[in-house]
């Protein structure tokens, strides 16, 4: 007896009721067939009769009420592709018979946001006879080949309402562009599939989330700015380094291993406050693509992940914006038609006002203070600026601008005073920032090539000065004065031009294939110094030391589902890297698939190839704008990485996903400080301190996602095995990573409760960072100007810091003219351990005589703990307009 | 102007709420104390340094554990009956022999013990330390004595005379602006660095009888010359190790090291800007107008320079200052010893002594 006859059987067994009643009273809006099918039996005294594959992934959408059966099942029925027949008790389900031969036909079109217009990047457009189904692309471009007749799709989209279009009898290619509303509010019974089960099931990439910008502000996070970076940071394989920053280590990769986009644009500078906040504006951001396992053909440079952000297109309709205010920042979103239809902006600013509110403490402290006046001030930046502009139906425009800048000055002026005859000034002043600005073309050549042109330029840039001024007085009159000044550049910049393609040959097969070019342009450090006075004008430069590159990319991969259980992705990425002289090579196989074994059972496998050619030098464990981007250069080979994935997911279909996924990762030539690199002068080229080695990452990534309508529930785990070993650091000995953190958990909660209150909760607990921890001395020599007791050097990495958990609360209240969210960071205020100091306790009730009558207090050496980030409320309030 | 003025009102309110919350929050950061569950046994640290002419001495002392806390007394690192053996280009030369000096450290009496030997090292000798405990093991450590530094001239001048309040009379303050001419070695990879001392005069007076003490005593006066400000930044070469952030921070007082890798095989004019001080109150004695300022140019080891540079990073370099805030690795010392505690470290000095006593009296004269 097969399974199918058993499965028949069951359903048809399953179906006894004792209610008569012919008439239905039902609504459901794209639910699962079997439970609308369910709850009409529970009605009636009817039982279905099908074969369980015709109700694979069949939805269906009904509102009735006390109406006819025949009527109910007629209009529910019919646009689905379904033939019913009430026979006695039993209501006998078929598929409509399709045209014997049939010739194939294409239907292809964008899927946009009714209204706005905003393209809907991974909509599943579906034909309902057929089952066959496309997903759009990064411009809600979709090509979908069925047999002439009768045409009928459904498109979805998480949070919008699905679509049924009626496509009539069509017997040549045509072309369909499809609006979704989004949904208002959310019924109890409904049942959202998201984007992410999506990419849990049935695409072939393992380890790919996508957040799109609702998702990233319902995470709660440190003082109210939400965050892209940080939402990331709960992902299963994500550490996040040092506390409260915005740092990203994926699968045991270090922080230069990912790709940072912009609308698939470089940005190599992605932290604001030394990674405090990211340089992603959420009112910005229409929605992002990570990576974390296994990726697309289109990407390689990183080892570890690729994050692709995409900005908001704005709106082709009508024009609404919001302004928000912060704690600590403040932004300003607008978007609208500039000719209705046709062209579209989108303009989002921030800017934060800590200088603002530095004010009131540099005034008090000016007041204490009243011959000298402490000068500081901080402000990060970001402006977004789009504006997309339609042709006609094939052809589609648009260029992007992002500015994000930081600036910080800190310094005081000391003022002549009556005992006093010089006055002083000294200043830092900071600068880093990235700018981009990109142009696109989006051509349709044809229902199955869709293909885009970039052309763009991304620069970061950061610049250090340094004044140190001195005037001697005599009277009013200056005698001496001695002007200094330090300034030191560093910098990337590129200019890229490049082209995607997409060829749909058929349903079962996508082609995507592309090349670019980039011109690299690296200037790792620039430092001049001049110092004036009444004899001197002294002007120092170090030699200017820059790197030109240039970067050559070619890729091509294959999507082939030949059936409807098993999809591949089949591609590889091609690459040249030319500097001094000398040109390296990539090749970057990338192999992956998917296999459904059973209804909502998949299992996946992949390997992928990762070349990159570019990394920042870091000290420490904060991201510095004097950490430099610098390239690979003849001396050293380019970083490689071989990564394997599996991973195993389930569904329930209604309201459970899990997922395990494995990895094992091992990678080649990459680039880290050597052990003393301090010992090689730094007017030496910068890659006189760096050393080569390897580095191997394994672990599992757990996940269990729980979605009930307004309920969304997640558990992750994560167990983690990452070291390194290079031939000149720890004595050539394996260490583990900084973040080889073994555990982590994460809790998250969503819940709309209802339409003025939203709810979130994430809780993170996990294994701490690793640190060098050195407990011996030795005795100074006593050789140099300055004495200090000397450490002897361990094991690097060989202490673990205490396990690290912290909870964040944050609701969202709607009112009629916005909403306010407040958010808990750290809401029962664990004061995580971030480092270790080497201190001293001073015992003032125990005197030590060091000398025949001189006493002082004890002073005994300590470690100590450095915990950071107590319990942080704040608030922001959006008007929306 | 509803909306604007409810928008100022919200503004306010979270800017007063934001600056609160955020001076709170960057006030509380914490430290707490701990233990942690790491056990090194100690080992042995040979220290010495080395210098052309000078008969060899070493420390020998233990590691020992941070929070064991030697602040104030080292007897309990101290290895007093050590082994100290000198090799001198590979052979067996002598064994060094415990010696203490009565001397005097933060102002209470202070025993320093060394080992020490009779061997003067000569430029080029291969100086090899074994050190045998038998509580602690050994360590041993080797260096080369590098050849003398090669100065090929001196031009100075003094500038800008002012006559300034002094104790206990007045003092002529005046601007050294000096260059002087390091010729460096071809083929070799050599360390440097500068440093200076003053050789002030003196002459003996009549001498008294004090009846209080029944003795004859013989007071003197002194010419006292005095550097009161060195300016290194006018010698870019001094921070030829130091980052741009580094020196934005204003990063490298008193270490004057440097390496011949921006010289190499070529004349160097090293610069040297100085605040000079002449005491002016025995103006009239000839023989206290002649101090002598010694410029002092070291050839270092390369462990020499490498520890140098270690103590800076240590001190004042971006390392030593993230390790300090607990957001780092630690600056470990470097060491050329088998146990990786301790340094033998060699130099090898040129000394150029410059009168500038004419250059005073004249500047004087003219002023």
Redesign the interface.
């Known amino acids: 007896m097969t399974r199918r006859t058993l499965l028949t059987l069951a359903a048809t067994v399953s179906l006894q009721f004792s209610l008569l009643a012919e008439n239905v009273t039902i609504s459901a809006r794209d639910r699962e067939a079997s439970v609308v099918f369910a709850e009409i039996m529970r009605q009636t005294d009817k039982n279905f009769i099908y074969d369980p594959e015709l109700l694979r992934n069949m939805r269906v959408s009904i509102s009735a009420h006390n109406e006819p059966l025949d009527k109910v099942l007629k209009r529910m029925l019919t646009p689905i592709g379904v033939n019913y027949r009430i026979k006695g008790r039993n209501i006998l389900l078929s598929r409509q018979q399709q045209p014997k031969q049939s010739t194939q036909y294409t239907v292809s079109g964008f899927v946009r946001e009714q209204g706005s217009g905003e393209a809907l990047i991974g909509a599943v457009v579906t034909d309902t006879l057929t089952r066959r189904s496309a997903q759009t692309n990064s411009n809600g471009f979709y090509t979908l080949t069925i047999p002439t007749g009768k045409a009928v799709l459904r498109t979805s989209y998480p949070g919008f309402e699905p679509v049924i279009t009626d496509l009539g009898n069509v017997h040549s290619k045509i072309r369909a562009d499809i609006e979704l509303e989004m949904l208002h509010t959310l019924a109890e019974i409904e049942v959202l599939e998201t984007r992410n089960h999506l990419l849990a099931m049935e695409s072939t990439h393992i380890g790919t989330t996508n957040l799109s910008a609702s998702a990233i502000a319902a995470t709660p996070t440190l003082l109210g700015e939400s965050d892209i970076i940080k939402v990331l940071q709960l992902e299963p394989g994500v550490s996040a380094g040092t506390e409260g920053l915005a740092g990203m280590y994926v699968h045991g990769g270090n922080a230069d291993e990912n790709l940072y986009m912009l609308d698939n644009i470089p940005l190599y500078q992605i932290n604001h406050l030394g990674g405090l906040f990211s340089a992603f504006n959420t009112e910005a951001i229409k929605n992002a693509d990570f990576y974390k396992s296994a990726f697309p053909s289109r990407y390689d440079g990183r080892l570890s992940s690729y994050l692709d952000v995409h900005t908001k297109d704005g709106s082709l309709s009508e024009h609404h914006g919001s302004f928000t205010l912060g704690l600590i920042s403040g932004a300003f979103n607008i978007d609208g038609p500039l000719k209705r239809g046709r062209t579209s902006y989108s303009l989002a600013l921030r800017r934060s006002w800590l200088d603002v509110l530095s004010i009131p403490a540099l005034a008090i402290a000016g007041h204490f203070l009243d011959d000298t006046k402490p000068k500081f001030g901080y402000a990060l930046t970001d402006v977004n600026a789009k504006i997309n502009h339609h042709f006609s139906d094939r052809s589609h425009a648009y260029v992007m601008f992002y500015w994000g800048n930081d600036y910080l000055r800190a310094g005081a002026e000391e003022l002549p005073t009556l005992y006093r005859d010089y006055k002083s000034l000294y200043m830092s002043n900071f600068n880093w920032g990235n700018l981009v600005a990109s142009g696109g073309w989006n051509y349709v050549f044809s229902p199955r090539l869709y293909g885009e042109f970039t052309a763009a330029f991304t620069r970061y840039n950061s610049i250090l000065k340094y004044k140190e001024n001195e005037w001697l007085y005599e009277g009013d009159n200056v005698i001496e004065y001695n002007l200094e000044q330090t300034k030191d550049r560093n910098g990337i910049t590129d200019w890229i031009a490049r082209s995607d393609f997409e060829w749909n040959a058929s349903n079962w097969q996508k082609v995507t294939f592309g090349a670019s070019y980039t011109h690299h342009n690296f200037v790792p450090s620039h430092t001049s110094r001049s110092i004036v006075t009444p004899e001197t004008d002294f002007y120092t430069e170090r030699p200017k030391r820059t790197y030109t590159a240039n970067e050559v990319n070619m890729y091509a991969g294959d999507n082939l589902s030949p059936t409807a259980n098993f999809r591949a992705d089949v591609g590889a990425h091609f690459s040249l890297f030319s500097i001094e002289g000398k040109t390296f090579t990539g090749f970057s196989p990338r192999v992956s698939a998917r296999l459904t074994v059973a209804p909502g059972l998949a299992v996946k496998a992949a390997y992928d190839h990762t070349v990159q050619y570019v990394h920042q030098l870091v000290r420490g464990t904060v991201s510095l704008p004097s950490d430099q981007w610098v390239p690979v250069t003849a001396n050293w080979r380019p970083q490689t990485a071989d990564k394997i994935s599996v991973g195993i997911y389930w569904s329930d279909r209604r309201n459970w996903t899990l997922s395990a996924e494995g990895f094992w990762k091992q990678m080649h030539n990459i680039l880290d400080y050597k052990d003393n690199f301090y010992l090689s002068n730094i007017s030496e080229v910068w890659d006189a301190n760096i050393t080569s080695g390897s580095g191997r990452a394994r672990g599992i990534d757990f996940k269990a996602v729980y979605n009930a309508g307004p309920l969304t529930l997640q558990a992750s785990y994560a167990l983690l095995w990452a070291d390194r070993k290079f031939a000149e650091k720890n004595g050539g000995r394996p260490f583990p990573s900084m973040f080889d953190n073994r555990h982590k958990i994460n809790l998250m909660l969503n819940w709309h409760i209802n339409d003025r209150w939203d709810l979130n909760a994430t809780w993170t607990g996990m294994s701490g960072n690793r640190i060098t921890l050195s407990t011996m001395n030795w005795e100074d020599p006593g050789v140099a100007p300055w004495h200090f007791d000397m450490i002897l050097p361990e094991n690097l990495n060989n202490y673990r810091l205490p396990f690290y958990h912290r909870l964040d609360i944050g609701a969202v209240r709607r009112t009629r003219r916005g909403h306010w969210t407040f958010s808990l960071y750290n809401a029962y205020c664990n004061m995580n351990v971030i480092g270790v100091v080497r201190s001293e306790k001073r015992d003032y009730d125990d005197y030590v005589e060091i000398a025949p009558g001189v006493l002082t207090t004890e002073s005994k050496p300590v470690f100590k703990y450095l915990r950071l980030l107590p319990i942080i409320p704040s608030v922001s309030y959006t008007w929306l307009f | 102007m509803v909306?604007l003025k409810f928008?100022l009102s919200?503004?306010s309110k979270?800017?007063f709420?934001?600056?609160l919350?955020?001076?709170?929050?960057m006030l509380?950061?914490?430290?707490?104390?701990?233990?942690?569950d790491?056990n090194?046994s100690?080992?042995l640290?040979l220290?010495?340094?080395i210098t052309a002419g000078k008969p060899v001495e070493a420390?020998v002392?233990r590691?020992?554990?941070?929070?064991?806390?030697i602040?104030?007394d080292?007897n309990a690192?101290l290895v007093k009956d050590a082994d100290v053996r000198l090799y001198v280009n590979g052979n067996e030369y002598e064994r060094l022999r415990p010696v203490q000096r009565d001397t005097v450290e933060?102002?209470?009496?202070y025993t320093y013990h060394y080992y020490q030997g009779t061997y003067c090292p000569q430029t080029g000798d291969e100086i090899r330390l074994v050190a045998v405990s038998d509580r602690y093991g050994s360590a041993e450590g080797e260096v080369k004595v590098p050849e003398p530094p090669i100065i090929e001239n001196i031009e100075w001048k003094l500038?800008?005379p002012t006559l300034v309040h002094g104790y206990p009379g007045s003092n002529l303050r005046c601007?050294l602006?000096a260059r002087i001419y390091l010729r460096d070695r071809a083929d070799t990879k050599d360390y440097y660095m500068f440093g200076y001392s003053i050789s002030n005069p003196f002459v003996y007076d009549d001498p008294i009888f004090y009846p209080e003490l029944e003795e004859w005593i013989t007071p003197a006066s002194y010419g006292i010359l005095s550097c009161t400000y060195f300016d290194q930044?006018?010698e870019?070469i001094f921070s030829?190790?130091?980052?741009?952030?580094e020196?934005?921070?204003?990063a490298g007082f008193?270490?004057t090291m440097f390496?011949d890798?921006?010289f190499s095989g070529r004349t160097y004019p090293l610069h040297i800007?100085m605040t000079l001080e002449h005491r002016m109150d025995n103006a009239d004695i000839e023989e206290l107008w002649h101090s002598i300022l010694n410029f002092k140019i070291s050839a270092l080891s390369d462990s020499?320079y490498?520890?140098?540079?270690?103590?800076?990073?240590?001190?004042e370099?971006?390392?030593g200052m993230?390790a300090?805030?607990?957001?780092?690795?630690?600056?470990?010392?470097?060491?050329n010893v088998s146990t990786?505690?301790?340094?033998v470290?060699a130099r090898n000095v040129t000394t150029v002594p410059v009168d500038f006593g004419e250059a005073l009296k004249e500047m004087w004269q003219q002023k």
């Open positions: 909306i928008n919200v503004m979270l800017l709420a934001g600056f919350i955020l001076l709170c929050s509380s950061g914490c430290y707490t104390e701990f233990d942690p790491i090194q100690p080992v640290c220290n010495s340094e420390r002392t590691t020992w554990r941070y929070t064991e806390g602040m104030y080292d690192i933060y102002g209470r009496p500038d800008s601007t602006d930044s006018h870019p030829e190790h130091i980052s741009a952030l020196l934005i921070d204003g008193g270490y390496s890798m921006q800007v020499y490498n520890h140098l540079l270690t103590v800076w990073q240590f001190d370099g971006l390392s993230l300090e805030a607990g957001l780092g690795a630690p600056v470990n010392g470097y060491s990786r505690a301790g340094i470290v």
